[in-house]
């Protein structure tokens, strides 16, 4: 079995990985570099290097699109999820592989914004047979660290901050760092 692994260097990320290797799941790395963040980009090719059979780097080319979002309190590019699913199902037809691999978490009780990814997935009239892959979507932060630790996963060498390098210590992202014992 093979996937396309979006790939941001995070701890869901990372663990996603570890969960689907030991699965037997042979993993392709596809990092977006839309941050401009080099640690970000380090935690992505040792996500890879550990977990995966290749790895690729995608250069966004427009920094100016990445905003501040106030009510997240982080720096972040609008709809970059969507942007990526849609970059690991190009290159999973290129490859010739169905499934694409995220980190993704369920973020609310409602379970539509998995149908929308999938939805927009299979919105190819060429290309339809792209599956989502989501190890984690039902888990909260703290199961994706237990299973982490679980498996052996350094979490201490991932990256989480959209903010800084190195990390800001006060973002949404940080926070949950520090609440689960993981080094800033």
């Given at each position: 079995?093979?996937?396309?692994?979006?790939?941001?260097?995070?701890?869901?990320?990372?663990?996603?990985?570890?969960?689907?290797?030991?699965?037997?799941?042979?993993?392709?790395?596809?990092?977006?570099?839309?941050?401009?963040?080099?640690?970000?980009?380090?935690?992505?090719?040792?996500?890879?290097?550990?977990?995966?059979?290749?790895?690729?780097?995608?250069?966004?080319?427009?920094?100016?699109?990445?905003?501040?979002?106030?009510?997240?309190?982080?720096?972040?590019?609008?709809?970059?999820?969507?942007?990526?699913?849609?970059?690991?199902?190009?290159?999973?037809?290129?490859?010739?592989?169905?499934?694409?691999?995220?980190?993704?978490?369920?973020?609310?009780?409602?379970?539509?914004?998995?149908?929308?990814?999938?939805?927009?997935?299979?919105?190819?009239?060429?290309?339809?047979?792209?599956?989502?892959?989501?190890?984690?979507?039902?888990?909260?932060?703290?199961?994706?660290?237990f299973v982490g630790r679980t498996h052996g996963v350094d979490l201490d060498s991932t990256?989480?901050?959209?903010?800084?390098?190195?990390?800001?210590?006060?973002?949404?992202?940080?926070?949950?760092?520090?609440?689960?014992?993981?080094?800033?």
């Amino acid at each position: 079995m093979r996937a396309v692994l979006m790939n941001s260097g995070g701890i869901d990320s990372r663990v996603s990985a570890a969960v689907l290797r030991s699965q037997g799941w042979e993993l392709h790395s596809v990092y977006n570099d839309w941050s401009g963040i080099e640690a970000q980009e380090r935690a992505a090719e040792a996500t890879a290097a550990t977990y995966c059979v290749d790895h690729e780097v995608l250069r966004w080319t427009s920094p100016e699109w990445v905003i501040w979002d106030e009510k997240l309190g982080k720096r972040c590019l609008p709809h970059a999820t969507f942007h990526t699913a849609m970059m690991g199902a190009i290159r999973a037809v290129s490859l010739e592989i169905d499934w694409i691999a995220s980190g993704a978490r369920r973020e609310s009780a409602d379970d539509s914004f998995r149908q929308a990814f999938q939805d927009l997935l299979n919105s190819s009239k060429y290309y339809p047979d792209k599956v989502l892959l989501l190890p984690l979507w039902e888990l909260h932060p703290s199961e994706v660290t237990f299973v982490g630790r679980t498996h052996g996963v350094d979490l201490d060498s991932t990256w989480s901050c959209p903010n800084a390098d190195p990390h800001c210590g006060v973002c949404q992202s940080c926070l949950r760092r520090v609440r689960e014992g993981i080094s800033l």
